[in-house]
């Protein structure tokens, strides 16, 4: 059996997005080692039966702190000594690898899970900082294991021309379908929501904008923002910004939700005019519990929302287009429940966590396949 161990930017993430395969390789006989920050959900993953080993956050801005992370990663894969690693997130990927490719023969996979706000803005700070990632990802990623989340990001991959590279689509990271599943709607009033972190680069400011244009219309309806703000981020929206909005009534803000389910259980609509994703687990979420999607047509969204089918994709940055989209899916009942529908059957036919989960672990097959063929065998006869 393997030992694999996961290099996450932190706690939260793991569980949300990575607990199931995790679990998966657990229940296989697999060790599994979690390296992260850790904030608040330590005890979850330790008494889930995974080691769990902290390190510092590797996205603080003071050089001191990522070099000590850094140093501190390379004897943490000497001392455990993985068979295989997997990254998740370009900054743990250009970290872990070097780590790795330090510590001698380690099998080295890297989940590109979105190429971030350096590949939104063109201000000239992004465009140096793009520079040098692609600068580091050409020297990285030879003899590594890629998987990325979206056909754009596959594409933008394969023309960097990187030599023994071995490229893989992954979209995303699945939805548990027996969790996120259709529930009746009651509302009197329909209510439009938009799951994610309040960051500009979210469309928050044009979701704003939309409701606003809408309610001038006098159309009857409920927009609301799920999610909290985060200061570690140069793009969060601040609490106060929020509150603004809220009193000024063009949305109502509900802050961090647990449970996703709660929220998805009242929502009629959801929508997400993000200016670019990995694969949004929030979309994945939404299309399993069978809601109509508005969403921009933009990288990792395209992935989810067929245009006219489960839902409307429209221009980035752009609130007219997207005031058009929902007044269009908030006057016309019978076409979100059809749109609801369709999203269900694409997330059963191609985007479930069993399906993701069961090409990672083939991936870990050709990875290192004396430790993993039984199972990649096994998955084939299934």
């Keep these: 059996m393997a030992k694999l161990l996961y290099y996450v930017p932190e706690d939260y993430g793991f569980v949300s997005h990575r607990f199931q395969l995790a679990q998966k390789m657990l229940s296989m006989g697999h060790e599994v080692i979690v390296v992260t920050k850790v904030n608040e959900h330590a005890e979850a993953i330790a008494s889930a039966g995974f080691k769990l ?4 956050n590797a996205t603080n801005k003071r050089h001191s702190n990522i070099l000590r992370n850094f140093l501190k990663l390379i004897l943490i894969y000497r001392d455990i000594q993985p068979d295989i690693v997997h990254h998740f ?6 970290m872990g690898t070097m780590a790795a490719k330090l510590n001698g023969n380690i099998r080295i996979i890297n989940t590109i899970t979105g190429l971030g706000s350096i590949f939104i803005y063109d201000h000239f700070r992004y465009r140096l900082i793009k520079f040098f990632v692609i600068k580091f990802l050409r020297k990285l990623l030879p003899k590594t294991y890629v998987t990325v989340q979206n056909r754009d990001d596959y594409h933008f991959i394969e023309k960097l021309s990187i030599p023994k590279i071995n490229l893989h689509l992954i979209l995303g990271t699945g939805v548990d379908v027996n969790r996120y599943y259709p529930v009746k709607k009651y509302n009197k009033v329909p209510i439009v929501i938009l799951p994610s972190r309040m960051l500009w680069h979210k469309g928050i400011q044009e979701f704003v904008a939309a409701a606003r244009s809408l309610q001038k219309k006098s159309l009857n309806c409920r927009f609301v923002l799920v999610g909290d703000s985060d200061d570690s981020n140069p793009s969060s929206i601040g609490k106060e910004q929020l509150f603004l909005w809220q009193e000024e009534g063009c949305i109502e803000w509900w802050g961090h939700e647990e449970d996703m389910l709660n929220a998805l259980a009242k ?3 959801v929508c997400l005019p993000t200016y670019r994703e990995g694969l949004p687990k929030s979309l994945l979420e939404a299309a399993s519990s069978g809601i109509a999607i508005v969403a921009t047509d933009v990288p990792g969204c395209r992935e989810i ?13 752009n609130s007219d287009g997207l005031s058009l989209a929902l007044e269009q899916l908030i006057s016309d009942r019978e076409l979100r429940q059809k749109m609801g529908r369709k999203s269900r059957e694409k997330i059963l036919a191609s985007l479930s966590s069993d399906i993701v989960i069961n090409k990672t672990v083939d991936l870990y097959s050709d990875c290192f396949p004396n430790k993993f ?5 096994s998955n084939l006869i299934a």
């Design 267 to 269: 929502a009629d609509i």
């Design 373 to 377: 063929q039984s199972e990649k065998n």
């Design 89 to 94: 997130s370009l900054r743990m990927i250009i």
């Design 305 to 317: 929302v067929e245009h006219g089918v489960n839902g409307f994709l429209v221009p980035a940055k």
């Design 53 to 56: 080993v902290e390190l510092g």
